[in-house]
């Protein structure tokens, strides 16, 4: 019950922080219309013409854990502070400097959302990234996760980017509505170290929204499998 608290009441937060980051992005728009002489975003000189897609790029936190953008439409890459991996993030990604954290330089936790505002669906994404882990306590890590995800079914398994990766996903309802969860933990097949990856869709505010599994699935996997760790 505990776990399932904490979930919900992240969930709240990143409902907050996505509409101040909307209603910030708002206020810019409103004060260049105001005053044609601001200064635009360096972005506008690379012909980009729909600025509220490039949130990542225009949020001051955010921009700085990318190292290349439109690394492919509609996607910039991201890499963590401790330069221990890096993915992908959508390009109307956020990450809140509350929703990041380092602990010891070994480990670090980076929750970014994003939105789909046509189809009233917010994403988050959190991944947490440890450089070293006690050897043969693999099963251990699983343990706790499928337990911490409310998962009682089995991991599915598959290998990329010399990682080995368990993985799993459901949809299931509560006071905030239908959402659908995918997660999966990556182990380096050449060191000690990991990387969890929890993806979030759900139903942005009161509206309904509907979730189509495999769709939202083979995003979810689009940005699990981006996932490289890094040598350190």
């Given at each position: 019950?505990?776990?399932?608290?904490?979930?919900?009441?992240?969930?709240?937060?990143?409902?907050?922080?996505?509409?101040?980051?909307?209603?910030?992005?708002?206020e810019l728009?409103?004060?260049?219309?105001?005053?044609?002489?601001?200064?635009?975003?360096?972005?506008?000189?690379?012909?980009?013409?729909?600025?509220?897609?490039?949130?990542?790029?225009?949020?001051?936190?955010?921009?700085?854990?990318?190292?290349?953008?439109?690394?492919?439409?509609?996607?910039?890459?991201?890499?963590?502070?401790?330069?221990?991996?890096?993915?992908?993030?959508?390009?109307?990604?956020?990450?809140?400097?509350?929703?990041?954290?380092?602990?010891?330089?070994?480990?670090?936790?980076?929750?970014?959302?994003?939105?789909?505002?046509?189809?009233?669906?917010?994403?988050?994404?959190?991944?947490?990234?440890?450089?070293?882990?006690?050897?043969?306590?693999?099963?251990?890590?699983?343990?706790?996760?499928?337990?911490?995800?409310?998962?009682?079914?089995?991991?599915?398994?598959?290998?990329?980017?010399?990682?080995?990766?368990?993985?799993?996903?459901?949809?299931?309802?509560?006071?905030?509505?239908?959402?659908?969860?995918?997660?999966?933990?990556l182990f380096?097949?050449?060191?000690?170290?990991?990387?969890?990856?929890?993806?979030?869709?759900?139903?942005?505010?009161?509206?309904?929204?509907?979730?189509?599994?495999?769709?939202?699935?083979?995003?979810?996997?689009?940005?699990?499998?981006?996932?490289?760790?890094?040598?350190?």
């Amino acid at each position: 019950m505990k776990t399932w608290l904490r979930i919900s009441a992240l969930w709240a937060m990143l409902l907050i922080v996505g509409c101040n980051t909307a209603n910030n992005q708002q206020e810019l728009e409103e004060e260049t219309q105001e005053d044609p002489s601001t200064e635009q975003p360096s972005v506008e000189d690379e012909g980009v013409d729909n600025e509220d897609d490039r949130l990542a790029v225009e949020h001051e936190f955010t921009n700085n854990f990318l190292v290349e953008i439109d690394v492919e439409p509609g996607f910039h890459q991201m890499r963590g502070k401790l330069d221990g991996f890096e993915m992908l993030i959508p390009e109307n990604g956020i990450i809140s400097d509350l929703l990041h954290a380092t602990e010891n330089n070994d480990a670090e936790t980076v929750i970014y959302t994003f939105n789909n505002e046509p189809e009233k669906k917010l994403y988050d994404v959190q991944v947490m990234y440890q450089s070293h882990y006690p050897e043969g306590l693999e099963q251990s890590y699983l343990n706790v996760f499928k337990h911490a995800n409310n998962f009682e079914g089995e991991y599915e398994y598959t290998e990329v980017n010399d990682l080995e990766v368990y993985y799993g996903s459901y949809e299931d309802e509560d006071e905030y509505g239908p959402y659908l969860k995918y997660f999966g933990y990556l182990f380096s097949a050449d060191n000690n170290q990991l990387i969890s990856f929890s993806f979030t869709v759900m139903c942005q505010g009161e509206e309904n929204c509907n979730f189509n599994h495999e769709e939202e699935a083979e995003m979810a996997e689009k940005l699990m499998y981006s996932i490289r760790l890094l040598d350190q």
